[in-house]
């Protein structure tokens, strides 16, 4: 089916360990973001990508990553995992125009 | 900067009950505005958006009026169900770029 695709859904990490969450979607969008989702704040965002090899920081980018080498993959990358990144993940995609942005099913991540 | 403020929740309703959950928001030019639902353990999905002043959004009952005078786009439904248990989340979209700027989420419970 067309979409978002996140891996994995669920990750525990301990502090200081580094991971990748990927983010793949099949629809051509050139605009990918990254969200994080606490509660009580909504969703915030991490870092987004206008496309392939073209990204920049939203509101929370301290302690993540990323890169855009093609249309298709958005990786997030944890350097240095904290306490303060448990929180559920969200990648969405969109095609432009007055479209919503489609967005991945989310992974939990917890960091002990 | 942008900002959406929604009403707190969480809201408890019985089957059948009229809905409203309260939506304003602060932004320059003229945003496209949305309701995205989150249902458990999913992603959001999109319920509806306006793109313009006074432009009605409508989708599975729900319907929401873009008001630029109130700064507001509050949604509404006439008759809940218990399958409308969901977390709703107002959102804007800047009309010269892709970010989205979310609101904190209204839990809603409908019992029957």
């Known amino acids: 089916n067309a979409g978002v695709t996140q891996t994995p859904k669920f990750q525990v990490l301990k502090t200081g360990q580094s991971m990748t969450l990927q983010c793949a979607q099949d629809m051509n969008h050139e605009y990918m973001s990254w969200y994080r989702q606490d509660p009580g704040m909504g969703l915030r965002l991490i870092h987004y990508s206008v496309g392939a090899g073209i990204t920049d920081q939203g509101e929370v980018p301290n302690g993540y990553n990323v890169s855009r080498s093609t249309t298709e993959d958005f990786p997030l990358r944890l350097l240095s995992a904290a306490p303060s990144q448990t929180s559920v993940y969200f990648c969405?995609?969109?095609?432009?125009?007055?479209?919503?942005?489609?967005f991945g099913s989310g992974t939990r991540l917890t960091v002990v | 900067g942008n900002s959406v403020t929604q009403m707190e929740g969480p809201v408890t309703l019985s089957e059948e009950a009229f809905l409203t959950i309260n939506c304003t928001y602060t932004?320059?030019?003229?945003?496209?505005l949305f309701w995205y639902v989150q249902y458990p353990g999913e992603g959001l999905q999109l319920l509806l958006k306006?793109?313009?002043?006074?432009d009605k959004g409508s989708n599975k009952g729900f319907e929401a009026t873009y008001r630029k005078e109130t700064t507001s786009f509050h949604l509404e439904k006439g008759s809940v169900q218990v399958s409308d248990s969901a977390v709703y989340f107002c959102a804007l979209q800047e009309t010269s770029g892709s970010r989205l700027t979310f609101g904190e989420g209204t839990q809603l419970t409908v019992n029957p």
């Open positions: 306006a793109t313009k002043a006074d």
């Open positions: 932004a320059t030019g003229y945003p496209s």
């Open positions: 969405a995609s969109w095609r432009g125009g007055n479209y919503g942005y489609t």
